[in-house]
Nanobody, 117 residues
């Protein structure tokens, strides 16, 4: 079966840093596009960063210059380095894997990130 397991979340002070990991199994990781989403209380889920199989990368404007997404195909793992964290970054962060033709999509269970002093 397919599994995506996020880790690395926690409580951090404003201006601090955190690294999230998403370990996958049950998929051919190298042919999947990977992405990080987040959902804050009372808000809709939003795309944070994505890395394709290329690997091409894109970021949400709100995190550009502060976050870095990367992938390690040998470890079948995608990472999100988060720096200069702000209270508005507080959310549950979710890992997603997807491909097209045929379309397949898988989600992790999420990891909580709380930025507070």
């Amino acid at each position: 079966q397919v599994q995506l397991v996020e880790s690395g979340g926690g409580l951090v002070q404003p201006g601090g840093s955190l690294r999230l990991s998403c370990a996958t199994s049950g998929i051919i990781f190298s042919v999947y596009n990977m992405a990080w989403y987040r959902q804050a209380p009372g808000k809709q889920r939003e795309l944070v960063a994505a890395v394709t199989t290329g690997p091409l990368i894109n970021y949400a404007d709100s995190v550009k210059g502060r976050f870095t997404i990367s992938r390690d195909n040998a470890k079948a793992t995608v990472y999100l380095e988060m720096n200069s964290l702000k209270p508005e970054d507080t959310a549950v962060y979710y890992c997603k894997a997807h491909r097209s033709m045929p379309y397949r999509e898988y989600w992790g269970q999420g990891t909580q990130v709380t930025v507070s002093s």
